[in-house]
Structures are given as structure tokens and as C-alpha cells.
């Protein structure tokens, strides 16, 4: 559990770290905007932007950002490798805050967490407030979604693409809501894998899962990409 300050104050560097996770919750407290805050703390201190550049630089690393983590390494995208084409994350076209459970469609791509997890459709937690990815243009999410660095997308309960609330909570073109470098070692999802990789945490589940849930199958991957 790594602190900016235990960075800033050199107490830890992230050169002792093959893996980073950007975990969500507002990190300069309750407010809007609390990522791109964070990202900055990066990019305008020139002893931590050379620390990150070199983490995201190096083969045997790896990072996830959700919620706010999103927001905050998608800000970062000038110094992560092969992220040219990430989004900014802006507010939701609904104007507050949702928390809710959507469902998700883990599509194709190289992203190391969701190795063997293609084609699966999932039900996750959300919990944001500015999760809309804003690409900029409107041929943005389109090439995006065409490069193959889409990793997952809201569906609705037919099995197709979100694109009216609430099934897209946010209102992100062509329902994105994760994504991938081009080489798969930096991830970035809006919706929360770590609140629901237990079977417990899950409203309704088949008999069959037993302890873990299928989101158990990301973090088993990183381990195993690591060894």
C-alpha cells in the first residue's frame, strides 16, 4: 500500500515494483475531477514523472487503474507506451453520480488481465461519477474499438452494445469502459473487478461458482504473466 507522499519523499520507488494498481476512491477527497489531480501530481513533479515513465517503459511491468485509477493513468497517457488512443474520462452524461451493476462483454485484445477471459459476459459494480470516455473526435471510440484495445464494453440484456441508460451508466460511446496498450501490460477499467471477485459480493450468482467469481480470473492472470 504505496502513498504519492512515500514517493514523493523517496521512502519508496516504484523501480522495487514489477506491478502497479490505481485503485478508485477520490484521492484529494470527495470531488470531482480527483484523478486528473492526481495525474498531475505525476506529470508536474519531475522526480516522480521520470519514476513513472521508467516504470510504464519497462518490459516487466505491468499496471491496472480502475474508477478514479482510470481517470488518473489515462491523464498519464504521454508516458505510457502504445495508450496514444485512451480516452479522458469526463463526466456522466446523467449529471450524478451512479452506482449501480452493469453488465460487462470482455472483448479481444492483448490486455494480460483478461487472458481466457474473451467473449465472457459479466455483471460488475460501478460507482462514478465521471466515467464517460470523452475521445476527443467523434471517429475516436470507433478506431479505438477497431484496433483491437478494447477490452471491455457495457452490454445490455440482450446481449448488445449499450448505448441508453442506465445499461451504460455513463454514456461512453459504443458502451467503452476498458482498454489496453498494445502490448496489454497497462490496463484501465472504469467499473470496480475488485469489488466483486467473491461469489458473496454478487446479488445473484449459479450455484456453481463457488468461492470466487469469474473477475478471480484477472488478478490470477497478472500473477501468472508475473512468473
Known amino acids: 500500500d504505496v502513498h504519492m507522499s512515500d514517493l514523493l519523499s523517496g521512502r519508496v520507488s516504484l523501480e522495487t515494483f514489477k506491478g502497479m494498481v490505481a485503485c478508485g476512491g477520490f484521492s484529494y477527497g ?9 495525474a498531475k501530481s505525476v506529470l508536474f513533479h519531475a522526480q516522480l514523472r521520470d519514476m513513472f515513465a521508467a516504470f510504464f517503459t519497462r518490459p516487466d511491468s ?11 493513468l489515462s491523464a498519464l497517457r504521454e508516458l505510457i507506451p502504445g495508450a496514444g488512443h485512451w480516452p479522458r ?10 452506482a449501480r451493476y452493469s453488465q460487462l462483454e470482455i472483448l479481444p485484445s492483448p490486455a494480460l488481465f483478461f487472458a481466457g477471459m474473451e467473449g465472457s459476459v459479466l455483471p460488475i459494480a460501478v ?4 466515467g464517460r470516455a470523452d475521445f476527443g473526435n467523434a471517429t475516436g471510440a470507433a478506431a479505438a474499438l477497431e484496433s483491437g484495445l478494447v477490452a471491455a464494453r457495457y452490454i445490455d440484456g440482450h446481449g ?7 445499461a451504460n451508466p455513463n454514456g461512453s460511446p459504443l458502451g467503452i ?10 490496463t484501465i477499467m472504469m467499473p470496480h ?5 467473491r461469489t458473496v459480493t454478487h446479488s445473484w450468482h449459479p450455484d456453481e461458482w463457488g468461492e ?9 492472470n497478472a500473477r501468472v504473466w508475473v512468473s
Open 30 to 38: 470527495d470531488v470531482l475531477g480527483a484523478g486528473q489531480g492526481w
Open 62 to 72: 505491468f499496471a491496472l487503474g480502475v474508477c478514479n485509477g482510470c481517470q488518473m
Open 89 to 98: 474520462f469526463v463526466r456522466n452524461r446523467s449529471e450524478q453520480f451512479e
Open 127 to 130: 460507482a462514478h461519477g465521471e
Open 160 to 166: 448488445q452494445i449499450a448505448t441508453q441508460y442506465p
Open 177 to 186: 469502459t476498458g482498454l489496453t496498450t498494445a502490448d496489454g501490460r497497462v
Open 193 to 197: 473487478p475488485e469489488r466483486v471477485f
Open 212 to 220: 470466487d467469481s469469474p473477475w478471480m480470473r484477472m488478478f490470477r
